[in-house]
């Protein structure tokens, strides 16, 4: 069953289709004329909307362009009493996803209404996967230097003040750099990223400042930057410690006075836009070193943020994988993956000096591999049981379970001992000595019942 909305000026029209789909078990609405579609689809979203092309208030085509405008999603059906090659152009165009010539049999509309409720699904079904791909950052913690990190990074965003990220590899300093960029005011417009890194000195100059024609072999038209581009949004400087001493000196400018020319350029180019930088080395000593230019330095180091590595923030790291799991296994359509009780020990117990990048490689690999829904230690990457400096023997198979057992694993025995002893949430998290908000949190990160 779906939600239709029929707009017709012709009032037989209009009832005679509504009792067709309702005879077929949608439900229906039906509007005169684009105005009241647009006001019923404002009270509540339809499925589809199968319009009239020609209406005396607001042709199809209009209406058309205003449903896609609030929501792309919505299928559009137009019906037509002219089908020429132009008409059925511009409106698939616009965006409908098939017309009808009128007039037509019941049987003719009812399959053009099937068929388009049929790319419906798929395309929703594709969205939904794409979101599961392109899945947001767990920004919940229960580590109070990244609650702190976050908290100055959300205060920081509503600002314009130079940003700097520092951090181990994989820390996450990418991801908290668009995080900042969504949290602004800038939400709307480009968040650009330059790596430092990847490019020669020249070509990384005029990716990011643009060049004239004819200022450079291989110029051969005037181009924009990058820099241009990210007007009124944010510029994500990646990897700000590889930067050439000569780009440095132009940075500095920039960074100053957001303007800039471009290679060969006379005209003065001004933009509007917040500055990010990130690096995984320590730029001070880069500073110290002469390396790093110590005015440029001080400008990006207006805010700094340190993302903490992903040891440092331990009680995070199995809510974290069981987040990437959950994206990993939509992605690899096994929704109902989930780590055994002694992978998520030995996840918690790896030192992790790759950071979420290692665990994200980890947990995909397993996502993978694993051959029945429960993911085992065996599952996970050898490297995660043979850690540098770890005492006694850790034999991959037998591994984590022979250990003394960590404080969270002893804590997590007692909270679910006291739980069983108890009757009632506030009774037990009295006997903790905890509050119950608190005692329901640890319930949850530990899984028990
Ligand atoms: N909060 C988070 N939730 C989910 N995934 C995350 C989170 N933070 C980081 N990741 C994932 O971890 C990986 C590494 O993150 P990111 O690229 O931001 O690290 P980085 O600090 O920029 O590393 P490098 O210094 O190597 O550039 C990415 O795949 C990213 O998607
Ligand atoms: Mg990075």
Same mark, same amino acid.
């Given at each position: 069953?779906?939600?239709?909305?029929?707009?017709?000026?012709?009032?037989?029209?209009? @009832?005679? #289709?509504?009792?067709?789909?309702?005879?077929?078990?949608?439900?229906?609405?039906?509007?005169?004329?684009?105005?009241?579609?647009?006001?019923?689809?404002?009270?509540?979203?339809?499925?589809?909307?199968?319009?009239?092309?020609?209406?005396?208030?607001?042709?199809?085509?209009?209406?058309?362009?205003?449903?896609?405008?609030?929501?792309?999603?919505?299928?559009?059906? #137009?019906?037509?009493?002219?089908?020429?090659?132009? =008409?059925?152009?511009?409106?698939?165009?616009?965006?409908?996803?098939?017309? &009808?010539?009128?007039?037509?049999?019941?049987?003719?509309?009812?399959?053009?209404?099937?068929?388009?409720?049929?790319?419906?699904?798929?395309?929703?079904?594709?969205?939904?996967? @794409? +979101?599961?791909?392109?899945?947001?950052?767990m920004l919940d913690t229960e580590s109070a230097a990244m609650r702190r990190?976050l908290d100055?990074? @959300?205060?920081?965003?509503?600002?314009?003040?130079?940003?700097?990220?520092?951090?181990?590899?994989?820390?996450?300093?990418? /991801?908290?750099?668009?995080?900042? $960029?969504?949290?602004?005011?800038? @939400?709307? $417009?480009?968040?650009?990223?330059? =790596?430092?890194?990847?490019?020669? *000195?020249?070509?990384?100059?005029?990716?990011?400042?643009?060049?004239?024609?004819?200022?450079?072999?291989?110029?051969?038209?005037?181009?924009?930057?990058?820099?241009?581009?990210? $007007?009124?949004? +944010?510029?994500?400087?990646?990897?700000?410690?590889?930067?050439?001493?000569?780009?440095?000196?132009?940075?500095?400018?920039?960074?100053?006075?957001?303007?800039?020319?471009?290679?060969?350029? *006379?005209?003065?180019?001004? &933009?509007?836009?917040?500055?990010?930088?990130?690096?995984?080395?320590?730029? *001070?000593?880069?500073?110290?070193?002469?390396?790093?230019?110590?005015?440029?330095?001080?400008?990006? =180091?207006?805010?700094?943020?340190?993302?903490?590595?992903?040891?440092?923030r331990a009680g995070d790291i199995v809510p974290l994988a069981r987040w990437l799991l959950r994206?990993?296994g939509?992605?690899?359509?096994?929704p109902n993956l989930r780590f055994s009780a002694e992978a998520e020990t030995a996840l918690r117990r $790896?030192?992790?000096?790759?950071?979420?990048?290692?665990?994200? =490689?980890? /947990?995909?690999?397993?996502?993978?591999?694993?051959?029945?829904d429960e993911i085992?230690?065996?599952?996970?990457?050898?490297?995660?049981?043979?850690?540098?400096?770890?005492?006694?023997?850790?034999?991959?198979?037998?591994?984590a379970a022979?250990?003394p057992p960590s404080l969270e694993d002893v804590e997590r025995e007692h909270i679910r001992r006291v739980l069983a002893e108890t009757a009632t949430l506030e009774e037990a998290a009295d006997t903790l000595g905890i509050n119950v908000t608190t005692l329901w949190r640890k319930r949850r990160r530990y899984r028990i019942e």
């Amino acid at each position: 069953m779906a939600s239709i909305v029929i707009v017709d000026d012709e009032k037989n029209i209009r @009832r005679n #289709l509504a009792v067709f789909f309702e005879s077929l078990g949608h439900r229906v609405r039906a509007a005169a004329g684009g105005a009241e579609a647009i006001a019923a689809l404002g009270d509540e979203p339809a499925d589809l909307v199968l319009t009239d092309v020609r209406m005396a208030e607001m042709d199809g085509l209009r209406l058309l362009e205003e449903i896609k405008r609030r929501d792309p999603a919505t299928v559009v059906v #137009l019906m037509t009493a002219f089908a020429t090659v132009e =008409n059925a152009v511009a409106a698939m165009k616009a965006g409908a996803q098939d017309y &009808v010539t009128k007039p037509f049999t019941l049987d003719e509309i009812r399959r053009t209404l099937e068929r388009a409720l049929e790319l419906r699904g798929l395309r929703v079904e594709n969205r939904e996967l @794409r +979101s599961a791909v392109e899945q947001a950052p767990m920004l919940d913690t229960e580590s109070a230097a990244m609650r702190r990190l976050l908290d100055t990074a @959300r205060q920081a965003a509503a600002s314009d003040a130079t940003i700097l990220l520092t951090g181990e590899s994989g820390a996450g300093k990418n /991801v908290l750099a668009r995080q900042i $960029h969504q949290l602004s005011p800038r @939400r709307d $417009h480009p968040f650009i990223t330059v =790596n430092c890194t990847t490019l020669s *000195e020249q070509l990384l100059e005029s990716e990011l400042f643009g060049h004239m024609r004819g200022s450079f072999t291989g110029a051969v038209k005037d181009k924009p930057g990058r820099l241009e581009a990210a $007007h009124q949004g +944010s510029v994500f400087l990646d990897e700000i410690a590889d930067l050439t001493p000569a780009l440095q000196t132009k940075f500095l400018r920039f960074v100053q006075e957001l303007s800039f020319e471009r290679i060969g350029g *006379e005209r003065t180019i001004q &933009v509007d836009a917040r500055i990010i930088a990130a690096t995984n080395r320590d730029l *001070e000593s880069e500073v110290a070193a002469h390396r790093f230019r110590e005015d440029l330095f001080y400008r990006l =180091n207006v805010i700094s943020l340190r993302v903490p590595p992903l040891r440092e923030r331990a009680g995070d790291i199995v809510p974290l994988a069981r987040w990437l799991l959950r994206a990993a296994g939509l992605r690899n359509r096994r929704p109902n993956l989930r780590f055994s009780a002694e992978a998520e020990t030995a996840l918690r117990r $790896h030192r992790w000096p790759g950071n979420i990048r290692e665990l994200r =490689n980890a /947990v995909e690999r397993a996502a993978v591999l694993c051959r029945s829904d429960e993911i085992t230690p065996d599952d996970l990457p050898d490297s995660i049981f043979r850690e540098p400096g770890d005492p006694g023997p850790a034999p991959a198979a037998a591994g984590a379970a022979q250990r003394p057992p960590s404080l969270e694993d002893v804590e997590r025995e007692h909270i679910r001992r006291v739980l069983a002893e108890t009757a009632t949430l506030e009774e037990a998290a009295d006997t903790l000595g905890i509050n119950v908000t608190t005692l329901w949190r640890k319930r949850r990160r530990y899984r028990i019942e």
